[in-house]
């Protein structure tokens, strides 16, 4: 198991290479750069390819690309990834600041999904093809179709209308520091992702129920005469909980960085948002350490998930 | 409240009653040189905004200059004596490149900085060019090559806050001429206080300056050439007067932003900047002007990324104002908050435009570059991307009002015209002129449209738009439309090798636009990208006309320049039109502009900073919760 685990490790630290490289590299292949991009708003009058040249030497990219290669990887080595060529912040200090908002919006949106996907997925393959089946998994489509920015925005319409609560976009709570304030500001896009995302985990789960239900195993446990509450919780849902745990795990290191649309839309600056912004933008420190960041967080998630696996299943930890 | 239904249709501020005061002006009077005097009984002067969003506060204030506190003209509609108080919640834009305002490319920088600094004059109205006294309190221009400013006594740098306790400040100190001739003459120099280059935005405008004579309390400046225009380049939202020692002590560090680094004499003390989250100011005490600014302090948030989270941010009143790119989104939300809330339209200074460029083949070739300029439905661009907001402009456009040419004149005007048998001889003239330069035979011809123009919602059509315009013109299927970014658009532009695009161009620097029509047209000027060479119909003229101190001569002149560029396809540089964006403010937010409902078309960052103010009387004030700013 030691062994496994070193492993991937070493892989692990391959694909952060790789990605950084893939980074390094995508961003620089769009057109223009971010001293350009400051030029959009001006008075093209007083636009001179000496302007354009100062600009650039001032963030250091009058370098040629393989000296800026050299300098990003040596610095992502040594861990510093360099300052936003917006804020001139370290992207350390740019990422803990975005940070706790998406895991907030994180947690909220993961735990809204699976309080509902958990029950609704064993309810649905309990009654298999029953109408409460039928209803969940109607809804579980509808929930899969509805994009979140459709249900945000409903919601939004009927909260302003109704002036039912105070949407704090100006001055972006944290839980932590006015709980009420935030709840109310991260309510909408907690339950449209949450609602988004439990579609396809009720799915899996109702999925992997039913095939374990069927095995022998659990065919002996209720013979035992063990109530079918028991049979469900402890025996079955152990087994049938294995995917969807890789995909829960997973699904919370995604929504870190994914979640441009509702952080958008409620004024959330998190790091989805960020990443947006950053590439628009173009600046190239923020995305790539952004993005070095992310990869490290989702691989080493997948190890965890995998280490886990052993831990809750005795065959992949002997195997 | 205003009726922007017919903002548009509005007549305009007569040229007599403009170039009235630019001849007092030049006749010496001081403190009356006015070039475009806003009249009294002449309401009609046309509006529009901050150059694309340099200005969170948007449209922005008349006043009487900011000497009368008893004279507001207020968007809310009515003559209200304002109230002093309150504070405004705004949103910023989020790149800010500088501190300082001489280095800065962008306007949103120098729009945080406008509220800290002074200038040596301002726009009392942006729209024709009126100035007031800002640093200096009279000047005259005694000929087309003088200009005297006399300084305003007592002003005094900032003496509390982030940039006073900055170790390199001297806070609290009187301005003196001193102060004035440093902030120019390190711009002329083009260098930092070391000696080391740099690169100073408007550089080349200060070197128009042979030499400046400093006596008591007054600079006498003698100009390379004569050039009336030079005075109201005084009043350019860049050249804001900083405090030279700390000037000197983060001139090298300008990029990194932080409130620290300003030091003004302007309205606001800036007490906190951190981009992309928050930049707060609180009023300056010791204002020279005592009843301005009539608000306490200002908060500006982040910027929103989506037009929901600014509605909500607007309708639970947690910012005043709100506009998007697509009015039709604006229109709609006031219509459902119609009592309680009022549009103020300003005319946005982006001029919009299609370009070719004459030095590649084919569009080296005048009669495909006449061809595209009769070919473009400027009209129909109006109605099918801006909602009908907006008005057709030519080689000066209509915000720069006292220069362009009369709106009644390009309703018959080919490439113009309003009527359809009208339109349909332009294209037949189009199509010849096409077929004659060999069009057909030219293969795909690719149209760039601006990534950030197409990206907006409403508009991500143009692309179609303007290829399947050429395309029906001329009968063809050539035309490509497809997306680029301003980042690849900009220093192909720069280094003349440019494709066709279509873009929105802040292409104004002044109201008066003769230096504007220099810069673009003239044969020897650094931006005249199109290689225009015309020295007896171009040239001769606009330095005619850039000497003359007689404004109905010098508008003549202009007026003859932009015909004939006209009728020469404009060269390339197809301009097409300025449009008109609403802003929807609540009603107890009092903006200002020209005539209640209306906002500035450009450069009025130092009015709304000055003249802006919150009634708490009024009914749509409850449930209002008024931001708190970062203290001193």
Redesign the interface.
């Known amino acids: 198991m030691a062994q496994y685990a070193i492993r991937r490790v070493v892989l692990n630290f391959f694909v952060l290479w790789l990605v950084a490289t893939l980074v390094f590299l995508a961003i620089r292949v769009?057109?223009?750069?971010y001293a350009?991009?400051?030029?959009?708003?001006?008075?093209?009058?007083?636009?001179?390819?000496?302007?354009?040249a100062?600009?650039e030497r001032?963030l250091g990219l009058d370098k040629s690309i393989p000296e800026q290669y050299v300098e990003f990887m040596t610095d992502t080595i040594t861990l510093d990834l360099g300052e936003s060529f917006?804020?001139?912040q370290s992207v350390w200090s740019e990422l803990g600041d975005a940070l706790p908002y998406s895991l907030e919006l994180g947690m909220l949106v993961v735990l809204v999904g699976f309080s509902v996907a958990i029950p609704v997925g064993v309810i649905s393959a309990v009654k298999q093809d029953r109408l409460p089946d039928y209803a969940l998994r109607g809804l579980a489509i509808t929930a899969l179709a509805a994009p979140v920015f459709w249900t945000?925005?409903i919601a939004?319409i009927f909260v302003?209308k109704w002036d039912l609560f105070?949407?704090?976009?100006?001055?972006?709570p944290h839980l932590w520091e006015d709980p009420k304030g935030a709840i109310q500001w991260y309510l909408i896009p907690m339950f449209a992702g949450g609602f988004a995302s439990t579609a396809s985990t009720m799915r899996l789960l109702r999925s992997e129920l039913l095939e374990v239900l069927r095995q022998d195993y659990v065919r002996t446990a209720r013979a035992k005469g063990l109530a079918e509450r028991t049979v469900i919780i402890r025996h079955a849902m152990r087994n049938a909980f294995l995917p969807v745990l890789t995909v829960m795990g997973l699904t919370f290191a995604t929504l870190i960085s994914s979640q441009i649309v509702l952080e958008?839309?409620?004024?959330i600056?998190g790091v989805g948002?960020m990443l947006f912004?950053s590439i628009f933008?173009?600046d190239y420190p923020l995305f790539q350490g952004l993005v070095i960041i992310t990869t490290f967080v989702i691989v080493f998630t997948n190890l965890a998930v995998d280490l886990l696996y052993g831990f809750m299943d005795p065959r992949v930890r002997l195997s | 409240m205003a009726d922007g239904r017919n903002y548009w249709q509005r007549r305009r501020l007569s040229r007599r009653s403009m170039l009235r005061g630019a001849a007092v002006g030049s006749a010496g009077v001081a403190g009356a040189v006015l070039i475009g005097c806003g009249d009294d009984d002449d309401p009609t002067a046309t509006p529009t905004n901050g150059n694309g969003g340099d200005d969170p506060t948007a449209t922005a204030t008349a006043g009487n200059g900011g000497t009368d506190p008893t004279a507001t003209p207020d968007g809310g509609g009515g003559d209200m004596m304002a109230v002093a108080g309150g504070v405004r919640s705004a949103i910023s834009a989020n790149v800010y490149d500088s501190v300082d305002a001489h280095q800065s490319v962008a306007s949103p920088s120098v729009g945080v900085l406008s509220r800290a600094q002074s200038k040596i004059l301002r726009f009392a109205n942006p729209n024709t060019g009126e100035l007031v006294g800002d640093l200096a309190e009279t000047w005259e221009v005694p000929s087309a090559s003088e200009v005297v400013l006399n300084l305003r006594p007592g002003v005094k740098w900032h003496d509390v806050g982030p940039g006073a306790e900055n170790p390199a400040a001297s806070p609290g100190r009187d301005l003196t001429v001193e102060d004035i001739v440093y902030n120019i003459e390190r711009q002329q120099s083009g260098t930092y206080a070391d000696g080391t280059e740099t690169s100073f935005g408007r550089s080349s405008y200060w070197q128009k300056i042979a030499n400046m004579e400093v006596s008591d309390n007054a600079i006498r400046m003698e100009l390379t050439a004569p050039d009336v225009t030079f005075v109201q380049g005084l009043a350019n939202e860049f050249n804001q007067i900083a405090q030279p020692e700390l000037l000197e002590a983060v001139e090298s560090t300008f990029s990194e932003i932080s409130a620290d680094k300003v030091l003004g004499t302007g309205p606001y003390i800036i007490t906190e900047w951190i981009p992309g989250e928050r930049i707060s100011g609180v009023r300056n005490p010791a204002y020279y002007d005592s009843a301005r600014p009539y608000l306490d302090a200002f908060v500006w948030g982040q910027a929103f990324e989506d037009p929901t989270a600014y509605r909500i941010g607007w309708e639970q009143k947690q910012v005043d104002t709100f506009t998007d790119p697509d009015p039709t989104t604006t229109q709609s939300i006031q219509a459902a908050n119609a009592d309680e809330s009022y549009l103020s339209f300003s005319g946005v200074a982006n001029t919009v435009a299609a370009y070719t460029n004459p030095n590649v083949e084919p569009w080296n070739d005048p009669r495909l570059v006449k061809a595209i300029d009769l070919s473009i439905n400027r009209r129909q661009l109006i109605q099918q991307l801006h909602n009908g907001l907006g008005k057709v402009s030519g080689p000066v456009t209509w915000l720069q009002e006292a220069w362009a040419l009369p709106e009644e004149s390009f309703e018959n005007r080919p490439g113009y015209r309003t009527d359809g048998a009208g339109r349909e001889d332009d294209i037949a003239e189009a199509n010849k002129l096409w077929q004659a330069a060999g069009g057909p035979d030219l293969g795909t011809i690719d149209w760039v449209v601006a990534e950030t123009w197409a990206s907006r919602s409403s508009w991500t059509i143009t692309p179609e738009l303007i290829a399947g315009g050429f395309n029906d013109a001329f009968q063809t299927d050539q035309f490509r439309g497809k997306t680029g970014p301003y980042g690849e658009i900009i220093p192909s532009w720069s280094a003349g090798n440019f494709e066709p695009f279509f873009a929105w161009i802040p292409n104004i620097e002044i109201p008066d636009a003769r230096a504007d029509m220099i810069t673009y047209y003239k044969s020897d000027s650094p931006s005249n990208i199109w290689g225009i060479n015309e020295p007896d119909r171009i040239d001769a003229p606009l330095t005619a006309a850039l000497a003359e101190l007689d404004d109905e001569a010098a508008f003549e002149l202009v007026a003859g320049v932009q015909e004939f560029i006209l009728e020469n396809g404009q060269f390339g540089r197809h301009i097409a039109y300025n449009y008109i964006a609403p802003t929807l403010a609540w009603n107890y937010l009092h903006l200002t502009g020209p005539a209640p409902g209306e906002g500035w078309n450009f450069l009025s960052g130092s009015l709304g900073a000055l003249d802006e103010w919150i009634d708490p009387n009024d009914p749509s004030f409850d449930g209002r919760e008024s931001p708190t700013p970062t203290p001193v």
Do not use: C
Request: no cysteine.
């Open positions: 769009l057109p223009g750069n350009t991009q400051q030029f959009a708003g001006l008075n093209l009058g007083g636009v001179t390819p000496e302007a354009i100062q600009a001032t917006r804020t001139k945000a925005s939004v302003l105070k949407i704090d976009v100006a001055n972006q958008s839309m409620f004024n600056p948002r912004q933008i173009r």
